[in-house]
C-alpha cells in the first residue's frame, strides 16, 4: 500500500513569513496526526483529527499555526508568521482509527522547515 | 499529561552484544508502548510494541519488556548489527479515545563493527 505522503521535503524561509505544508495519509485511516521534531528530540504531537474533526489541539500555537482537513482526507499545517524556533522537521502520521484501539500511526518523510 | 524519560541519549556497542534503551512514564493510564526507529534523514517506523496486560514481548532479535508496578519499559536489541545503528524512540499513550503518542527524547544507538 501506500504510504504517507508530504510535500514539501524541504523549505527554507525567513522568519515573519508565511509557510504551508501538505499531508496525504495512508487511503482509509481515519486518524490523522501532525508532530513536530526538533533536532535531538522525540516528536511533539502539534494536532490530531478524526476524519474532518479536531480531536487535540492543546500544543498547536494557535496564535501562528493552524491545521485542516477538509473532506477529511488531505491536511495543511500552516505557519503564519514564523519564528526561528519553528525550525524543526513537521512529520504527518496517520491510523486507521475508529474503533482500533492500538492502531498503528504510519508516519510520512516529514518537511525539513529552516527559518532564517 | 504525560511525560516520558528515556535513557540513555547515546549508546555505542560492540557488534554481537546486546543493547538496552530504558523508559519511564508518568500517568498510571497509559495503556500501549510503541518502539519507533528514526534512521537518518528517514521517518520513523514501528519495530515493536506493548500493551499493558502483557510483560513481555519478543520479536527475532527485539524484545520489549514491561513493569506497570515501576512505570518503566525497556527495548532489548540481541546480537547487535550494524544496520541497527539509528535513533530509538519509545512513547506512551494514555488510555481514553484520543489516543495520542507522547514519545520519549531518543537514543542514538551506534553499532561498531
Known amino acids: 500500500e501506500a504510504g504517507v505522503a508530504q510535500s514539501p521535503r524541504y523549505k527554507i524561509i525567513e522568519k515573519r513569513q508565511s509557510v504551508a505544508f501538505w499531508c496525504n495519509p495512508i487511503s482509509g485511516h481515519a486518524t490523522l496526526y501532525w508532530y513536530q521534531q526538533i533536532l535531538g528530540q522525540g516528536p511533539k504531537l502539534l494536532i490530531q483529527f478524526q476524519n474532518n474533526g479536531v480531536v487535540d489541539d492543546s500544543q498547536l500555537p494557535k496564535d501562528r499555526f493552524s491545521a485542516e482537513r477538509l473532506k477529511g482526507v488531505d491536511s495543511t499545517l500552516k505557519i503564519q508568521p514564523a519564528k526561528l524556533e519553528d525550525s524543526a522537521v513537521y512529520l504527518c502520521a496517520s491510523s486507521v482509527g475508529g474503533g482500533q484501539l492500538f492502531a498503528e500511526q504510519y508516519f510520512g518523510p516529514g518537511t525539513r522547515l529552516t527559518v532564517t | 499529561g504525560e511525560n516520558v524519560e528515556q535513557h540513555p541519549s547515546t549508546l555505542s556497542v560492540q557488534e554481537g552484544d546486546s543493547a538496552v534503551i530504558k523508559c519511564t512514564y508518568s500517568?498510571?493510564?497509559?495503556?500501549?508502548f510503541p518502539w519507533y526507529k528514526q534512521e537518518l534523514g528517514k521517518r520513523p517506523q514501528l519495530i515493536i510494541d506493548?500493551?499493558?496486560?502483557?510483560g513481555e514481548k519478543k520479536d527475532q532479535r527485539i524484545a520489549v519488556t514491561l513493569n506497570k508496578t515501576a512505570k518503566h519499559f525497556s527495548l532489548h536489541i540481541t546480537e547487535t548489527q550494524p544496520e541497527d545503528s539509528a535513533v530509538y524512540f519509545c512513547a506512551a499513550r494514555l488510555s481514553g479515545s484520543a489516543r495520542q503518542l507522547t514519545f520519549g527524547s531518543g537514543t542514538q544507538l551506534t553499532v561498531l563493527p
Open positions: 506493548i500493551r499493558s496486560n502483557v
Open positions: 500517568d498510571s493510564a497509559s495503556n500501549y
